[in-house]
């Protein structure tokens, strides 16, 4: 099985959207790199922003 994700650059990756075989749910796999980079830990949440030309950009959701 190849990588479900490419490195594009230091801070871009192109990552694929998969499929659970078993009940069809949608998922992605981050890279390893690419959430230590981002300093994101489990149980983070994550805002998908659309950026309107069929690519997102995550952040994380800042708590007060």
């Not at 990552?15 to 149980?43: R, S």
Request: no cysteine; charged share 30%; aromatic share 10%.
């Amino acid at each position: 099985m190849t990588e479900p994700y490419k490195k594009i650059s230091d801070n871009e990756w192109i990552i694929t959207v998969q499929e659970n075989g078993k009940d069809k749910e949608l998922y992605i796999q981050f890279p390893p790199d690419a959430i230590n980079q981002v300093g994101w830990d489990a149980g983070d949440t994550i805002e998908w922003h659309d950026n309107e030309d069929g690519s997102f950009t995550l952040t994380k959701k800042e708590t007060t």
